[in-house]
């Protein structure tokens, strides 16, 4: 599936349709004629939408007629934070989330969900405004799990945070400054664990918004894993742990 509409007809239609939107590149400084509508519809949506120079959409074009105007689409539709809840009560579990705070490879964002899948987790949240999307990029490092596993994104992580914790579930930040090691940190029960970005990891305002910080035991030279294979240890130690 394409993750790129080109053009300033094909984009509005998409808008006016409905379809999975990510991000609009649109030619910097064009605010002129049909583009006005377009960029309204998208920031109704909530759609980001980018100023860029002309040489640069001309890179991204794959048509060589983008009109001054890219879409980036969803490789899969979006779920809601609902969605993911009630995806686990339709389950009789307790709710098990993975929440990613500025993944920006969309394949390890793909590698995440797949592994999220192969647990049995109930959903993953992303962030609107910052990190991979689902694109196609993304659904191939899922190999398929896009199709299957609900992922919500969301304007607002530590609001999302706030309102999980008002449903009692426990939010687990993966941080190097943990005061307990991931094997000794009591998962059990409802649980999200929340994955940093690949550089800076977990952002502060999130950070504090967790109710625990989990580190990873640290036994080499090197003091970080990649943010894939962290969010695979933290994972299967839920699976571990017992899920219920």
Known sequence: MTDKIEGRNPVAEALKSGRSIDKIYVKKGDKHGSIIPIIRMAREKGIIVSETDARRLDEM??????????????????????DILENAQKKGEAPFIIILDKIADPRNLGSIIRT???AGAHGVIISKHDGAS???????ASAGAVEYMPVARVANLAKTIDDLK????WVTGADASGDKELYDADLK???????????????????EKC???????????????NASVAAALFIYEVVRQGRN
């Open 189 to 207: 029960g409802a649980v999200a664990i929340v994955i940093g970005s690949e550089g800076e990891g977990i952002s502060r305002l999130v950070l």
């Open 61 to 82: 074009s794959e048509t060589g007629a983008h009109q001054g105007v890219i879409a980036l689409c969803a490789a899969a539709e979006y779920a809601t934070v609902d």
């Open 116 to 118: 999220a899948n192969c």
């Open 134 to 140: 689902l694109g196609a990029v993304c659904a191939k």
């Open 166 to 169: 008002k449903q009692n579930i």
């Open 211 to 225: 109710d625990f910080k989990v580190k990873i035991p640290m036994k080499g030279n090197v003091n970080s894993l």
